[in-house]
């Protein structure tokens, strides 16, 4: 059993007892029938619900299923899938025999793709139908990769591959399953992060950090109990998704609204009043859009009583518009996909807006100089953080892995001051990685997208400020000869950038300049634009 203690009587951090042979997947599920939660829906998706006895068989096929395609323990499985109980189903009946799932972004190109599924040199892809176009190009490529399974649609063929139906492999598998052999220690699933050169990197988690992040801060900061009805619109791929759809809810019993579209305010509201959940997890730009909204709900029309934000700094002034309207604080904390979820966060009847909280119990988090020494207090350093659920290292990537994990101490990038009361104050990103909506967009990435258009010599992009005080990328742009700057033409290379990269990267302002402030070696000087015309 998984437990919480605390030693010498509550003074020293709590710390969760995690037995040495365990499975997480068999963990999550077990709990909840142990308790007598089989009939209790434990999934809402766009098709339907799912108890916790049905999710319960479905992981026992899907792991029977992989086995019986010859997928033997620690072999790497590709999810990309839409948010709806096919994700929980792959996820932990992955692991619940042995495998190792890697969740990828559904928002990626093709390119990206097949970067991800070579590097992790996975066995199986799991794929959305809606997806398959843009998978389909590069899966005859991939050597290594041995099946291609399709959620949802009919089977087919692409360039070397015969797709089997998610549905059919399950229907054919038996309804019982063991757990995998697994300890806490071994290699659970990974999430690929992104890189400032924009090479995304696998991060490599344990069988027991999922559990880990549910009992230091699902439970006693967020505060979820078994009668919740959870709704995030942070999709399931993600480090902050998975924990608020998928790894909270199934802690203690709770009921996830799973939506598989994209979250625009017309979908999120539509299921605020449709499902009714009462603890609601979004990122500071949806909170914003949908204060703009025409059709934000009354607060009588809906039943929050929790909502948190995280992936990127919450202005104030939108927590506190948020609570006059609804009666709820918005709680802003920070994680990362390092380390799986949040560790440093507001918390119930201590909102501090304009800060990022205190350390969530069970981590450690400090504020240091460029020779790791803690600063003091109002002096600003780089944020570290030490905890249970820290990724191992970076698969592939010794280099990164050394820069990154630092002993029992994880460098976020970010840079931090702690105020006088002991608050957490975000200044800004330690390198030039921005975060838009959430989600880090590497400025070298959509550079090099801008200069592969015939009109550019150079470009630089930096986070700018909209009205709503959240960082959307700007270009600054050198044009080659024979090329003049327009509305028209800046038009174009938003699209020519839309056209080569996920859509949320594209650069919201162009600038065209005559040339880039650079250092005497020719780089560019990127801190000297982040001033200029900010939130032009």
């Not at 829906?41 to 916790?52: K, L």
């Not at 996830?256 to 997890?281: C, D, G, W």
């Not at 929050?304 to 604080?329: K, N, Q, Y």
């Amino acid at each position: 059993m998984v437990g919480l203690s605390r030693a010498d009587h509550g003074v020293s951090p709590p710390r969760v007892e995690v037995p040495r042979m365990y499975n997480a997947a068999h963990d999550l599920i077990e709990r909840n029938l142990t308790a007598g939660r089989g009939g209790k829906i434990a999934v809402i998706d766009d098709n339907g619900s799912t108890t916790y006895a049905g999710l319960a068989e479905r992981v026992n096929r899907f792991a029977g299923a992989m086995r019986a395609l010859g997928l033997g323990m620690e072999s790497r499985v590709m999810l990309c899938l839409h948010d709806s109980v096919d994700f929980p189903t792959a996820f932990l009946g992955s692991i619940k025999a042995g495998l190792v799932p890697v969740a990828g972004n559904t928002m990626l190109t093709s390119a990206d793709y097949a970067y991800m599924l070579a590097d992790s040199r996975a066995r199986a892809l799991v794929v959305s139908e809606a997806l398959l176009p843009v998978l389909a190009p590069i899966l005859g490529d991939l050597p290594l990769l041995e099946h291609v399974i399709i959620s949802g649609g009919n089977a087919g063929a692409s360039p070397g591959r015969i797709h089997l139906l998610l549905s059919a492999l399950m229907e054919r598998a038996g309804t019982e399953f063991a757990p995998a052999p697994t300890t806490c220690d071994d290699a659970c699933f990974w999430l690929y992060s992104s890189g400032s050169t924009g090479a995304p990197k696998g991060t490599v988690h344990l069988q027991s950090h999922l559990i880990q992040t549910a009992e230091l801060y699902a439970r006693p900061v967020l505060g979820i109990e078994e009668g919740d009805v959870v709704f995030s619109a942070a999709k399931l791929f993600f480090a902050y998704g998975l924990g608020n759809g998928l790894t909270f809810p199934m802690s203690v019993g709770a009921t996830a609204v799973l939506m598989a579209e994209r979250p625009t305010t017309a979908a999120v509201i539509k299921r605020l009043l449709e499902n009714k959940p009462t603890i609601f997890y979004g990122v500071p730009t949806l909170y914003a859009a949908l204060l703009a909204s025409p059709e934000l709900p009354a607060r009588s029309a809906v039943k929050l009583r929790r909502c948190v934000s995280a992936g990127e700094a919450l202005p104030a002034d939108i927590g506190r518009r948020w609570l006059a309207h609804f009666g709820v604080d918005i709680l802003d904390g920070i994680g990362s996909t390092e380390m799986l979820h949040i560790f440093l966060s507001n918390r119930p009847g201590d909102v501090r807006y304009g800060t990022t909280g205190k350390p969530v119990p069970g981590y450690e988090v400090r504020v240091v100089d460029e020779k790791d020494q803690p600063v003091g207090p109002g002096e600003t350093g780089d944020l570290q953080v030490s905890g249970p659920s820290s990724a191992i290292m970076y698969w592939n990537n010794r280099t990164r892995s050394l820069d990154t994990f630092a002993g029992r101490w994880t460098r976020c990038g970010d840079k931090y001051l702690v105020d006088n009361e002991g608050y957490f104050v975000y200044c800004g990103r330690s390198d030039d990685m921005l975060k838009v909506g959430g989600i880090y967009v590497s400025p070298i990435e959509v550079e090099s997208a801008l200069i592969s258009h015939e009109a550019v010599l150079e470009a630089a992009v930096v986070g700018m400020e909209d009205e709503e005080k959240l960082v959307k990328p700007k270009a600054f742009v050198v044009l080659r000869a024979g090329h003049s700057g327009s509305p028209e033409l800046a038009r174009t290379l938003q699209q020519h950038v839309k056209d080569r990269l996920a859509p949320y990267k594209y650069p919201r302002w162009i600038e065209f300049m005559s040339d880039l402030p650079k250092t005497a070696t020719g780089k560019i000087q990127r801190f000297k634009l982040r001033g200029k015309n900010f939130g032009g």
